[in-house]
């Protein structure tokens, strides 16, 4: 197609922009709404991910070595427990250790002054690579030999997995019914331009038009919809996430709840933001004209 041929047909892609305003309006309307509610979904998802990787390496295990090993016996077992698939890393504490972990969690530590060293036992503080493992691990731990008892909390490391499913299948659910209906919405705009222009394309059609020369304007169309919806949903996150960041990290639950910052992932999310627009434009108009081409 020659250079000539490919201006005059994007031409008139801007033209039936400004024909149908308000109709392409709307259509950067909807995009726009899709796109902010989508992302503002899966950013809280990122968030909840983020803290939820955050408790999940906070979370521990303990296992306590068989009383009746001595010292020297009980740091030899960190090589097997280190070789468990599950098992992230591990750190050894003495039985000495663990009485003045105790007393530092007293106000009045003169109370364990006479308290021996052998009524407290070695452990082993264990962090995992993924808490959905956590029963699967303590099952492995009981089979070392001198691994007396193994106290992990189950039910936290369940909660912590069904929390991050959830959030990850509605964010899921969530994009997917939202493209459907920014195509939708798209399309039917495009629709509504190729209806009131169904008589020129059918003219064009009996003297010889391709199919790819009537389509591209309305390609042109869409595809400058959906990239104008994009950015400027782009711009509305943005500002949005951060109104709602600097409120969260300037009240009390700031400091319990970590916010990442827009910027992080900005790149990432202009990038997806356009691409969603692009495609939601061209595929919208492409089906939209697809029965008036069949002349």
Not at 90 to 96: A, D, G, I
Not at 199 to 221: L, Q, Y
Not at 247 to 268: C, H, K
Request: aromatic residues 10%.
């Amino acid at each position: 197609m020659r250079s000539s041929k490919i201006g005059y047909l994007t031409k008139e892609g801007f033209k039936s922009i400004v024909t149908h305003g308000f109709m392409s309006f709307a259509s950067v309307t909807i995009i726009v709404a899709c796109l902010v509610i989508m992302g503002s979904f899966t950013l809280i998802a990122v968030n909840l991910g983020g803290m939820l990787d955050k408790l999940e390496a906070e979370n521990e295990i303990v296992a306590f070595v068989e009383e009746t090993f001595p010292e020297e016996e009980a740091r030899a077992l960190q090589s097997q427990i280190e070789y468990l698939p599950n098992v992230r890393s591990c750190q050894f504490e003495s039985r000495q250790q663990a009485k003045e972990e105790l007393a530092a969690s007293y106000d009045d530590q003169s109370m364990f002054q006479d308290v021996p060293d052998t009524a407290f036992r070695d452990r082993y503080i264990i962090y995992l690579e993924d808490i959905s493992l956590t029963e699967q691990t303590q099952e492995q731990l009981y089979q070392i030999i001198g691994v007396a008892e193994v106290r992990a909390h189950l039910q936290v490391a369940e909660s912590f997995v069904a929390v991050r499913n959830a959030v990850s299948a509605v964010s899921l659910i969530l994009v997917v019914v939202l493209v459907v209906v920014s195509v939708f919405v798209m399309s039917n705009t495009v629709k509504l331009a190729s209806f009131s222009r169904r008589d020129e394309i059918a003219i064009m059609k009996m003297v010889g038009a391709s199919n790819w020369f009537i389509r591209f304007p309305f390609v042109v169309e869409g595809l400058m919809l959906g990239l104008l919806g994009g950015l400027l949903a782009f711009v509305l996150q943005w500002g949005i996430y951060d109104v709602v960041a600097n409120r969260i990290m300037g009240s009390l639950i700031g400091s319990l709840i970590p916010v990442i910052p827009f910027a992080t992932f900005s790149a990432v999310v202009l990038l997806i933001y356009l691409g969603v627009g692009l495609a939601v434009g061209i595929f919208g108009s492409s089906i939209a004209i697809r029965n008036y081409l069949q002349v």
